[in-house]
């Protein structure tokens, strides 16, 4: 079994800065692609940003420039560093992660429970 736990999100001024953590434990022998999604009330959720295991990065068009996606495979921890926050930024953030729990297994993707982050305008 894994566990991502998220943490970081809070309350911000609009043009603020926060980072979002995510960190994976439990059997993983590695992970393939780590992400952020968000999740506004009334609306689907939608993919912020994705890593994969080589650090080739995605970013939804409404945060290109403002975020910044990483991670340290040593540690199986991911970030999402938020600048430049907008109102419309507020949201739910979760991270998943496709875990490989031994060598040759199938990958599973595992979430966290989520992360509120509001920003004020």
């Known amino acids: 079994q894994v566990q991502l736990v998220e943490s970081g999100g809070g309350l911000v001024q609009a043009g603020g800065s926060l980072r979002l953590s995510c960190a994976a434990s439990?059997?993983?022998?590695?992970?393939?692609?780590m992400g952020w999604y968000r999740q506004a009330p009334g609306k689907q959720r939608e993919l912020v940003a994705a890593i994969t295991s080589g650090g080739s990065t995605n970013y939804a068009d409404s945060v290109k420039g403002r975020f910044t996606i990483s991670r340290d495979n040593a540690n199986n921890t991911g970030y999402l560093q938020m600048n430049n926050l907008k109102p419309e930024d507020t949201a739910v953030y979760y991270c998943?992660?496709?875990?490989?729990?031994?060598?040759?297994?199938?990958?599973?993707?595992?979430w966290g429970q989520g992360t509120q982050v509001t920003v004020l305008s």
């Open positions: 998943n992660a496709d875990v490989f729990s031994r060598r040759w297994s199938a990958p599973i993707r595992y």
């Open positions: 439990g059997t993983i022998f590695s992970i393939n692609i």
